[in-house]
């Protein structure tokens, strides 16, 4: 690592943001606004308290509700859907329904995002989440398999601009060094709804035959429901941009925005133009965090898709295999939260996702060679999701965190978000289900795709370091000749900027 935290007064370069910013955040003197208003270190502190709580809290909530939706046909399935609908197990029609939800999902994430400056965030996220409940609860009135892809396939179109449209939102409120931590706590409800969706769907499923409906509807129905009202409920309460937030002072709003301004520096990138956009879609960083994003999203997905269904082919009963899913992933939301906190602090973020990586790895491992007993099989669950919810969350900073303002965070956010979940399509046709309980494929791309998500990362960090190294040594120092418009919109490549490790 590059920070040295036991000498604060000599950082090094490639912790930081800029050249000129030489000074330990701990150590940091008061902000001033431009009307000379001390911020305080204690009113600073209230400050970020009061963008905590009108940012943090809603945007969990609605992540929660978008995982439960997005996770619950897996646990539907086990209560009957495939039955219902007459797909037999023998098939891929599971997996026809799932990957129908991940195309439109993966190809929407960019062009959706680029909406979401033009337009306020309440509105644009709460639309989205108003359509695709609808299309959850109809999930539950459907009666055949194309039904159900067709409903799925609108709930994918509609979720493709929430997850990056959430990071960005809370990205544009926090310094670079700040974000993990909020990120891995907004992500943490993806992993608490795994816990909360097993337990919900057990709950419902106990209506089984009342209103001459089956239990596996009643989970669509009943959720669906409940994200339409949280939806019209988070029109009201959603945060603006920093510029046009109204819970904060004056004072206190302007100490916000200069604060991020010093963070951020020269970098602006708020210019789309064609140049910038081909640059940001061929630049190599951000294809590296996506390819390290899509192995951890394979087994994220897997984990979503199939876990229920796993865990019940190795002896537990439908309602012994929801209830057995929250344990795992209770375990994964505390070292994810855990490790997000230690990567803020040590403002690091490569060692952390190899951490998860490695994690991940002993979990595919004891699944591909059917380790004996049931209950080590059922430790590779534990592995794989913590290891996975560690790892995500990180990469998504990661890439923030270096990719400057603007569009261009816009973009790359998208870009690997999307790019990423295409990992689903994979995961979604590997676990065949005449191969359960095995699933040879399954377990061996798992395997394999988490070793290429390290090294991704592997490869991330000594080119972000060899480039760190080349502008402390002033070979980029050549662009600040470039006319100042052209300057103004190079964002991470200005030659003042310095990538987080």
């Given amino acids: 690592m590059d920070v040295s935290i036991s000498d604060p007064k000599a950082p090094q370069a490639s912790s930081l943001p800029f050249k000129s910013n030489t000074v330990d955040q701990a150590e940091a003197p008061p902000l001033y606004s431009k009307n000379d208003v ?8 209230r400050m970020i308290l009061k963008v905590d709580l009108a940012v943090m809290p809603i945007l969990f909530l609605l992540f929660l509700v978008s995982f439960v939706d997005r996770s619950n046909l897996a646990n539907a399935r086990i209560e009957g859907l495939e039955k219902s609908l007459h797909i037999p197990r023998t098939s891929n029609g599971y997996n026809v329904a799932l990957f129908s939800f991940t195309i439109p999902y993966v190809l929407f994430e960019v062009p959706a995002n680029m909406l979401l400056k033009r337009v306020r965030p309440n509105r644009w996220l709460s639309g989205l989440m108003f359509s695709w409940g609808i299309c959850t609860m109809g999930q539950g009135f459907t009666q055949n398999l194309g039904g159900l892809a067709t409903c799925r396939a609108l709930m994918g179109l509609f979720e493709s601009g929430f997850v990056p449209g959430c990071a960005y939102l809370i990205g544009s409120y926090y310094k670079r060094h700040e974000f993990q931590f909020r990120y891995s706590i907004f992500f943490s409800a993806a992993i608490l709804a795994g816990a909360f969706s097993g337990f919900l769907a057990y709950l419902l499923a106990k209506m089984d035959g009342v209103g001459g ?17 949280i939806a019209a409920a988070a029109f009201f309460i959603i945060a603006p941009w920093p510029e046009d937030c109204r819970f904060l002072k004056p004072h206190e709003k302007e100490m916000l925005l200069e604060r991020l301004a010093v963070d951020r520096g020269h970098v602006k990138h708020d210019t789309l133009t064609l140049r910038a956009f081909i640059t940001t879609l061929t630049d190599w960083k951000i294809w590296a965090g996506m390819l390290a994003y899509f192995g951890a999203d394979h087994s994220a997905s897997a984990v979503v898709s199939f876990q ?3 865990l019940r082919e190795l002896g537990y009963t439908a309602s012994e295999a929801q209830i057995h899913t929250i344990p795992v992933f209770m375990v994964a939301l505390v070292l994810a ?3 997000a906190w230690f990567s803020d602090r040590l403002h690091h973020r490569y060692a952390f996702c190899m951490l998860g990586v490695t994690i991940c790895m002993v979990g595919w491992i004891l699944e591909l060679a059917q380790v004996n007993p049931v209950g080590a099989r059922y430790f590779g669950m534990f592995a794989i999701t913590a290891g996975v919810y560690i790892l995500m969350p990180v990469l998504v900073v990661w890439n923030l ?6 569009y261009r965070r816009v973009i790359g956010a998208a870009f690997q978000i999307g790019g990423g979940n295409s990992a689903a399509l994979v995961s979604q046709n590997v676990f065949i289900s005449k191969h359960a309980p095995r699933y040879p494929e399954g377990f061996g791309t798992g395997f394999a795709l988490n070793v290429m998500a390290g090294i991704c990362c592997t490869v991330l960090f000594f080119g972000l370091r060899a480039e760190n190294r080349r502008r402390d040594k002033g070979l980029r ?6 006319p100042q418009d052209e300057l103004d919109n190079l964002g991470d490549d200005h030659p003042a900027f310095r990538y987080t490790l």
């Fill in 401 to 406: 965190n270096n990719l400057g303002t603007g």
């Fill in 38 to 45: 001390v911020l305080s270190p204690a009113a600073e502190r």
């Fill in 308 to 310: 229920p269904t796993i």
């Fill in 337 to 339: 939260i855990t490790v």
């Fill in 477 to 482: 120092d050549h662009r600040f000749a470039l």
């Fill in 213 to 229: 409906y089956e239990g596996w509807r009643w989970i669509f129905i009943i959720e669906g429901l409940i994200t339409i009202v």
